[in-house]
């Protein structure tokens, strides 16, 4: 059985797909959804962004520089720390609303893609871009999504629960037994998409990454060892990440005499 | 045996005064004066200025926990985290005794409590509260939801820890209870508190 070669698309082959968009636009229109604006925005933002990173990915896969590397994996850090920020409803106050996230992804993102790709994959370099910058993205994007679900379980749990934690407190609780239901409803909810999203993945859904492999003619079963890889990745990163992103949170929820701080959240209407 | 210098809650002017062992004070004053606020932060529930001390010894010698098993702050609305009870308590032989003694079953310990009565949720609270017998008890309205008999029940359990050494303060709007229960009277008015007698 031979391999299939890639084969590139045209940016014809490009405005043809785009075309479908066009069915949605008359859905709004005749049901009169009003989101057609928004609908335009929304492609034209996706295809320019895409575009965008495509071009400064090439520009960075030909330097194949360390600083390069890290400096935009520092930024997709930096972005996806402001996205872990506006998925709350209730945030922080003052630098903690995106340090947290921030500092968590961080630490994540390198320990899984280092482990990743300089332990496991071990390529000449180990800084390749071409394997460091989509493990990460695919590192941050799921733990981002763990660590957002977690925090917002955790503070709205809390002030939910606030009288129930309080007289635990009042009992001579420490900080973590008192907020104990709440942590571990956090935790929970923040793994739970990874972990339902391994038990789907092959059956239900062939995961984007694989996909991609194989469209670029990559034989399917080195394709599936590249997910399965990365799907453990993903789930060793977000599990660190919630863990240490609810721990720190429940920690910035209280202080150090073990009182509930909820002052330390802004109001809904900031 | 607990003492206040220069408490600033915030809505009062700074808080000085002391309750001594076997003493059992009436915090009194309208609603949203601060009678609350006040006994929230002798328990160190919230963050304040000044210096509280118990047996001579100030309250950052102790951590957080250890402060709120000798000062206990009991709120008018009880917190309860468990189904029953019972999850509540540590496991001990006195539990029933301790609830019987406040006209409650010992049945009602396992029974859910979105099944017991505003009055009975109260008494439990109350039986939690003095379970593991703390020095100071800060009762924020303690009979506030009960009859007249389960009301005469609880100041007896009052009586009983006065007698045994620890102190109360409590707040209530029934100036009977007052010269039941009350030694003395801290009366929040204009956000001064003036101590006086009963």
Known sequence: MSQSSYIALSYWDLAMAASLILINGILSVVFRLGIERTLIVAAVRMTVQLMAIGFVLKFIFIQTSPIWTFGLGLCMVFFAGREAMARQTRRYKGWWAYGLGTGTLLFVGLLATLFGVGVIIGPDPWYTPRFVLPILGMVLGNTLTGISLGLETLTTTALRERVAIEARIALGATRFEAMSSATRQALKTGMMPIVNSMAATGIVALPGMMTGQILAGIDPVEATKYQVLITFLIAGGTAFGVFLAVLGGTRLLTDERHRLRLDRLENPAH | ????????????????????????????????????????????????????????????????????????YAAAEPGWWGETPREHFAPAERLEKLVNSLGLKSAQLDQSLSRLSTGERQRMALARAVFDQPSVLLLDEPTGALDAKATIQAERLIKRQLKAGHAVIFVSHDPAQLKRLAHRKLTIRNGKLRVGRI
Request: hydrophobic share 40%; net charge positive; proline share 6%.
């Open chain 2, 1 to 72: 045996m607990l003492k206040l210098e220069n408490v600033q809650v915030h809505g009062l002017e700074p808080v000085s005064f002391a309750v001594a062992r076997g003493e059992c004070i009436a915090l009194q004053g309208p609603s949203g004066s601060g009678k609350t606020v006040l006994l929230r932060a002798i328990a160190d529930l919230d963050p304040v200025q000044g210096h509280v001390y118990l047996e001579g010894s100030e309250r950052s010698a102790l951590s957080g926990p250890e402060w709120r098993k000798r000062v206990r």
